[in-house]
């Protein structure tokens, strides 16, 4: 936990400016009572924004917790909430998706364009073979065939896992092994700083390590400017389109529980964990904290920028705004590409009225200056967020001054692959904001800080972020593993029949139940807002021959928080050397994906451990943070760290 980082002037506090809470969605303090008053009836208001097949008989059947049914009896299907209803609605002329491309390219799609592709791209998956319930992966990178074919998939009512496209192929093959899947859908390539890069030798290298018949189909991002060739099995999705041009699909009716789509994400061993999210529970709870917390309405332009193929993506840039009616905005490149102004140029343009990033882009704008935004105006933006790590109380106050002009209320919003949605975080209309602070639980979110034995901890004491209470958005369990479910994120923290969620995070709370998220306290480091498992990171190294032993852990980084550090010993037939360390950087590489590569790879003749042989990566990650040490007196082989302090100097 880089608790050193978040020391906030405990006074320092912003109310809503007036005129964004006169207009909010949400502007009434006395929502977080009506919700406990209420409870779990409360969750009606989340079930009410969508439109039901079929209405549910109740909100919620606790009777085989911690598996969870929320709205039981209830059938819908999402693509016909994000698309239809709106057609419905009178609304099809109106911008459903806004591509901005990394070659300046630009394409909008209406609601009605977006509801004849998604149904086009539906009826081609049905003729490939794909039925109600088979998984899809899709492995694409910011292309609006992101989101088209996680609708197609949902109208079908076949789940979607969509891997992000900076995976590898090893990744990727182990992630559609995991969950039986037969299809992919995936690009010949895509742009990396004007160069093409070819997605699909990944892909068919990640079907080659596969013994199953999978299905591919191919959308051609690069047309020239890359050939692909297609194998048997393998589809070109404009040809698919082409053959279906002006087909429809009738939306097929799902259960409330059914899977909409499966995500993994890194756990504390090797293996990562698939989090199942249901239709109308996940569907439900995005579309309610969009409008709560992201104040979304339908005339807005609403710009997120992380990769739909992670959960923000998915929640927060696909299903909440579009189950809403809202505009949403996909960028395709990088914020320095072609150069620092790219994203000030695109808020100005497309006139964005909400924009949500990552606490590492808040940093890296602040490092470049506030030239860069100040070139462009920004007085269409009301509303920003941020997410998927800590955010220092600097960079807070930049955003919130340098984005957003000092008239913007910011919302810190904690939450986490397996909970769907957003958490923990101040309602922008109502609470005041305290920078370096998420802030409260949502109204009806039992999330609480507590010590060893479960019970609270006093304000300022350090303790484990937990939540008490089921919630709509959160996951079903892990793909086919119930057990890991119940024992990973239940068990810790549960006695009897009193269920209690385990978030993996350590958390403070202030005197106005303010919560502050310190960072993980498992085994899994947050990188630029990429959950990794440093387990899966250390396999990776040890498969190396001459490796004898390797641990990894987190380092400080000014942009990106959290950085790879990687502590190596070698065999006794290997001695350190520059080209193994460039073998363990690409082994990691090919392992897990580009994003995983470590920071800095120390050569040490032995890793500290307990007396019981555990290596102590605490430890570690003191030295990598240049932190004092404490007591090492139960460690087996104190004399390393000594070593290893030496060697960590040199970097
Ligand atoms: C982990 C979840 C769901 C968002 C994207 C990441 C960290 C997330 C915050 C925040 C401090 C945060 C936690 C959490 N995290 N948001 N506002 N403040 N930490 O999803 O990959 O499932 O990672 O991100 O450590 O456990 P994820």
Redesign the pocket.
Known sequence: MNVHTMTAPADERYEPPRPFAEQANVSDPGIYEEFEDEWPDCWERAAALLDWHREHDRVLDDANAPFYEWFPGGELNAAYNCVDRHIEAGRKTQAALKWEGKRRETRTYTYQDLYGEVNEAAAALRDLGVEEGDVVTIYLPMIPELPITMLACARIGAPHSAVFAGFSADALATRMESADSEYLITCDGYYRRGNAFNQKSKADNALMALDREVTTVVVDRLGPDLDHGLDAGQYDYGELLFAHAGATVDPVPREAGDMLFLMY??GTTGEPKGITHSTGGYLSYAAWTSRAVLDLEPEDTYWCS?DIG???GH?YTVYGPLALGTTTLLYEGTPDYPDRSRLWEIVERNAVDVFYT??TAIRAFMKWGEEYPDGHDLSSLRLLG??????NPRAWNWYREHIGGGDCPVV????????GG?M??TLPGVSSMKPGS?GPPLPGIGARVVGEDGSPVDPGETGY?VVDRPWPGMFRSLYGDDERYRDEYWEPFSEGDDWVYF???GAKVDEDGYIT????VDD?I?VS???LGTMEIESAIVDIEGVAEAAVVGGDHERDGTAVHAYVSTDHSHEPSEALRERIVASVEEAIGPFARPEAVVFTPELPKTRSGKIMRRLLENIANQEPLGDTSTLRNPEVVGEIEATDDEL
């Open positions: 994400t890194s992380a992670w959960i923000t929640s990552a606490p941020t997410v998927g790590e800590p955010i810190d919003t904690w939450w986490q692959t397996e909970t957003m923990v975080t998420a972020l978030s993996g995070d998220v310190l960072g993980r899994v947050n807002g990429h959950r």
